[in-house]
C-alpha cells in the first residue's frame, strides 16, 4: 500500500504547478496548463479575486469568491457553491486567449485571516468542476492583497 502511494505521489506532483508558498494542481491539468509564476489577490468591497499569473497575460484559474454576508471569513472553510443572492459564492475562470468558466460541483476555500488591502493573504482551495466533468483544481496561495 505505502508502495502504491508514493508512486501515486510521483505521477500526481508533475501535473501541477508550484512557486513558493502558492500550488496550482488537479487533474484539470490533462486539459488546460496550469503553469503561473507568480499571484496577485486583489480585495474590492466583498469580493476577493486570487489570480494566478501566467505568462504573456494569461491566467490559468482565478479563483472570485464573494464572501458577504459571512460573519468570519478567518479560518473556516467557505463553500463556494454556497448562493449569495442568487449567485454561487465562487467563481473559477481559466483566462487565456478565450475565457473559459469552470463551474463548481464541490468546493471551498479557507483564508488564514479577513482579507485586507495591505496585509498578507494565505489560504487555499479544492474545487471539483462540472465541466469539464469530474476534473479537480486545487490550490494554495500567499500574497499581499491590494486594491483595484
Not at 34 to 58: C, D, H, Q, R
Not at 133 to 145: E, I, K, M
Request: net charge negative.
Amino acid at each position: 500500500m505505502i508502495r502504491w502511494l508514493s508512486t501515486l505521489a510521483l505521477v500526481v506532483v508533475p501535473l501541477g504547478c508550484s512557486s513558493g508558498s502558492n500550488s496550482l494542481t488537479g487533474s484539470v491539468s490533462q486539459v488546460y496548463d496550469l503553469s503561473f509564476n507568480s499571484v496577485t489577490i486583489i480585495a474590492e468591497g466583498p469580493n476577493v479575486s486570487i489570480k494566478y499569473v501566467g505568462s504573456n497575460g494569461a491566467y490559468p484559474a482565478v479563483l472570485i469568491v464573494d464572501t458577504a454576508n459571512i460573519s468570519d471569513v478567518a479560518g473556516h472553510a467557505i463553500d463556494l457553491t454556497q448562493l449569495d443572492s442568487g449567485q454561487p459564492r465562487g467563481v473559477l475562470d481559466n483566462v487565456g486567449a478565450v475565457t473559459t468558466e469552470f463551474p463548481i460541483e464541490i468546493g471551498s476555500v479557507t483564508f488564514d485571516q479577513t482579507p485586507a488591502v495591505g496585509k498578507t493573504l494565505s489560504g487555499s482551495f479544492a474545487a471539483t468542476l462540472s465541466n469539464p466533468s469530474g476534473y479537480t483544481l486545487d490550490g494554495t496561495f500567499s500574497a499581499t492583497v491590494s486594491a483595484p
